[in-house]
C-alpha cells in the first residue's frame, strides 16, 4: 500500500520550538520548522545526534510543552486535546516513579490513569510484568530497582493499556544485552498485533531491526527521511580488508585505505574503490602478510547517520 493510502498515526507539520536562555536571555530554536507523518501500523525511528530537538518534538507531540507554532495530530486529533492521547503509551528518556511505593502499585497507578477498567486491572497489569519479566519483583519497592530494572517497568507501564501508538524515547538505556533482546522481542509482537511504534534510539543497529522507516534530525531539522529497505541505496558500501600484522607492511596499505584500524593482532582497512581494494589484496597475497578476510560490506544506517550529521557540523 502507497503511503497516499495509508492512514496516519502522527502528523507534524512545520513545527517550531524556541526558548529563552535563563542565563543570557537569548532565544534558541530548538525545533526549526519540521514536518514529519507516521502511518498507523509502522515502526519509524526518530533519529538525531545529541540535542538534535529529539526529545522537545516529542514532548510537544504529547503535550508535556507547547510549541512555539506548528500543528500536530495524533490518529488525525489535534494533540492538544486531551482524548488525542487516550491511545498512547510513552516511555520517557528519563523514567522517574514514586521510590516509595512497589512495582504492582505503580503500575495499579498508571493503568487506572490510561483508563483501563478496573475489572480487568490486574489481568493486565500481570500480562505487562510479565512481558518485560519483573513479575517477580512485583512486591519491591521502586527504590530497590537497578536502573535497568527500572527500564523494564517503565516499559510495562507504557504497554499496561495496549495503546495503538507507543513513543518510546531511548528505550534501551540501561539494559544488558538480554534485556534489550527481550525489548526488541516486544516490540516485533506489538507491531504484528497492529501497534504503531514511533521510537527514539542512539542503538542504531536496533532501529535497523524494527523499523520501517526512519528520519534523522540535526540542529531541529530534518535531513531525511527513507525506508529501511532501501538503505543500500542511500548509503551504498565499502570494501574491507583485514590482514595479520607483518612488520611494515601497514605503511605500503596505508596510502590506499579509506580508513585503516590497528589492533594488536591485525590490521582492517577500508576501501571505497574497487580497484584500491583489489590493489591492496593483490599487494597482500605477493607479501608474507596473511589475508584473513576480505569482502564488500554492505553500508549501514550508522554511516547514513554520520555522514548527515557530520556534513551539517562541517557547515557550521
Known sequence: MSNENRRKAVEILNLHYSYKSDWTAK???????????????????????????????????LGLI???????????????????????????????????LTVREIMQM?????????????????????????????????RALSKGLTQRVAMAQAIVALPRLLVLDEPFSGLDPIGRREFKDILVALKKEGTTIFMSSHILSDVEFLC???????????K???????????VGGHYELVVARAGDFIEKLRPLCTS??????????TFLEQ????????????SSAKVESYEFVQGSLEELFL??????????
Open 66 to 100: 507547547r510549541p512555539t507554532a506548528g500543528q500536530l495530530k495524533i490518529f488525525g486529533t489535534d494533540s492538544r486535546e486531551t482524548d488525542s492521547r487516550a491511545a498512547v503509551g510513552y516511555l520517557p528518556e528519563q523514567p522517574y516513579f514514586y521510590d516509595h
Open 27 to 61: 532565544r534558541f530554536h530548538a525545533v526549526k520548522g519540521i514536518s514529519l507523518d507516521v502511518f498507523e501500523g509502522e515502526s519509524f525511528g526518530f533519529l538525531g545526534h545529541n540535542g538534535a530537538g529529539k526529545t522537545t518534538t516529542i514532548k510537544c507531540l
Open 110 to 142: 498508571y493503568a487506572q490513569l490510561a483508563g483501563v477498567p478496573s475489572s480487568q486491572r490486574n489481568a493486565a497489569i500481570s500480562n505487562a510484568l510479565d512481558k518485560v519479566k519483573v513479575s517477580a519483583r512485583a512486591k519491591s519497592p521502586m
Open 224 to 234: 531525511s527521511v527513507f525506508e529501511l529497505q532501501n538503505l543500500s541505496n542511500l
Open 307 to 316: 555522514k548527515l550529521v557530520q556534513f551539517e557540523e562541517g557547515k557550521r
Open 275 to 286: 580497484s584500491d581494494a583489489e590493489r591492496a589484496l593483490r599487494m597482500t597475497l605477493e
Open 212 to 222: 520501517d522507516r526512519a528520519s534523522i534530525m540535526a540542529h531541529g531539522e530534518i
Open 260 to 269: 585503516l584500524e590497528e589492533s594488536p593482532r591485525s590490521i582492517r582497512c
